[in-house]
């Protein structure tokens, strides 16, 4: 059984440096190339957590899936950049170990993914968002085909998601009730189809429509990032973002982010301009990677299981497998976690 001291040794780290990165922390100080040797490193030697040691290894139909293609959205770098990804894709191969199934990982490219590559396998799973281009590319050359975090709005396909649009809702209304009235909101447009769509990307969309039927829209509260890859929700993008909110004459009183990067890059520029969460803006996001209770204050967030995501997208190409011929979508449900970055609802 590989420990952690092994995979530490291995790659010339100290044994909490690798618990922290393959907890998926991304406050460690670390170098990309780093990280990177780490999980790989782990998937190697076949690491297991503690918690899918002491499962019963399940062996539901061993021979149907013997083959798994996972064709990602995001380039290795910006994977490894987002605890959230990580997490779908851990999902897939925690569950594809329980059946004994070889994985073969594409990561974004230029290129479309080799035709022989996808119609040797058994099945294949997308993570993330992809063109009309791509996902006729995939279906016509993928025996059985899953989308994991996209749902690409066609029921003939088989998709697992959770819906961002209502958790978008959820906070916004547990915002209200608490007294905010200000609402920032720092996010990303949406590259999809080789053009930038504008205010599409589902939280800025549910955002715009929830100010807009409250009467309270203000287009100088919206900072957004004009994307291309996943590289559009880090750090480093919430910090400057957060910088154009604070040069407003009248500053928001909560900012909501896209995701949990985004909100400790917020942080920063908050606490270097000498404002105090909450008491002066708080701060809401989505995802609740590892690192969000331990920030100061721990974020309120939307808890997105991305694990589950993932295990759920190799069980709907089980089904498949075994004979299911209809599409099928599923919604994993998500969870507000209210932590001290902002005031809870009565």
């Known amino acids: 059984m590989v420990t952690i001291k092994e995979i530490a040794k291995a790659v010339g780290v100290s044994s909490a440096t690798v618990s ?6 991304p406050a460690l100080s670390i170098s990309p190339a780093k990280r990177q040797a780490i999980i790989e490193t782990a998937e190697a030697l076949n690491y297991e957590t503690p918690r899918n ?10 021979s149907l899936l013997t083959k798994l293609v996972i064709v990602h959205f995001l380039e290795p770098s910006d994977e490894i950049a987002d605890p959230y990804y990580i997490g779908v894709r851990l999902g897939i191969e925690t569950r594809c170990r329980d059946l004994r199934t070889e994985i073969v990982k594409v990561f974004h490219s230029d290129a479309l993914p080799e ?11 997308v993570i993330g968002k992809h063109s009309d281009h791509e996902i006729a590319w995939l279906r016509q050359h993928a025996r059985h085909l899953v989308f994991a975090d996209f749902d690409p709005k ?81 750090l480093e993008t919430g910090y400057r973002l957060a910088h154009e909110l604070l040069a407003l004459s009248e500053r928001p009183d909560v900012i909501v ?53 993932g295990e759920t997208a190799v069980d ?31």
């Open 20 to 25: 922290r990165v393959l907890n998926y922390d």
């Open 53 to 62: 040691r002491n499962k019963a290894t399940t062996q539901t139909a061993p």
């Open 115 to 125: 035709a022989g590559l996808l119609s040797g396998a058994s099945g294949i799973i």
């Open 154 to 234: 066609d029921d003939a396909l088989d998709s697992v998601f959770s819906d961002v649009e209502l958790a978008t809702m959820k906070i916004l209304d547990g915002l209200k009730a608490t007294g905010y009235h200000r609402i920032g909101f720092i996010g990303s447009h949406e590259k999809l189809n080789d053009s930038v769509q504008r205010f599409a990307e589902k939280r800025c969309a549910a955002y715009i429509d929830w100010q807009r039927r409250n009467g309270t829209f203000e287009p100088d509260l919206l900072a957004l990032a004009d994307c291309s890859t996943g590289q559009s929700l880090r």
């Open 257 to 309: 982010t896209s995701n949990d990067n985004m909100a400790i890059g917020a942080y920063r520029a908050l606490q270097e301009a000498g404002l105090s969460i909450p008491n002066d803006i708080a701060v809401v996001s989505f995802n609740d990677i590892p690192v969000a209770q331990f920030l100061t204050p721990p974020l309120t967030t939307v808890r997105i299981h991305s694990e589950h995501i």
């Open 316 to 346: 709907l190409l089980l089904e498949r497998l075994s004979g299911r011929s209809y599409g099928k979508q599923v919604r994993i449900a998500t969870e507000l976690i209210w932590r001290a970055s902002c005031r809870k609802p009565q």
